[in-house]
């Protein structure tokens, strides 16, 4: 028993240090995510620039309202047509 129990004690603490290696790295993309989320509402709503069309909110950068655009492409328009008053 002692080579079985030397060989599992060793793959133990190797799995242990990959889980918190994974557990770190899960933790920084979330809080990335989180900050790069935070800075763009920020942006949009403290810098506006009124020389500029207006810009359709959105809450992920590169992704923007391109899922609610795809899903109801009339609705969208309408509904961004509404907010800006134009007729």
Known sequence: MGILEAVVGSLEAELAM??????A?????TVFMVLVVVVNVLQQLLFKNPNEP???FHWFPIIGS??????DPYKFFFDCRAKVCLT
């Open 54 to 56: 207006p810009m359709v």
């Open 66 to 71: 391109s899922v609610t655009y795809g899903l």
């Open 18 to 23: 990959h889980h918190a290696i994974a557990v």
């Open 25 to 29: 790295v899960t933790a920084v993309l």
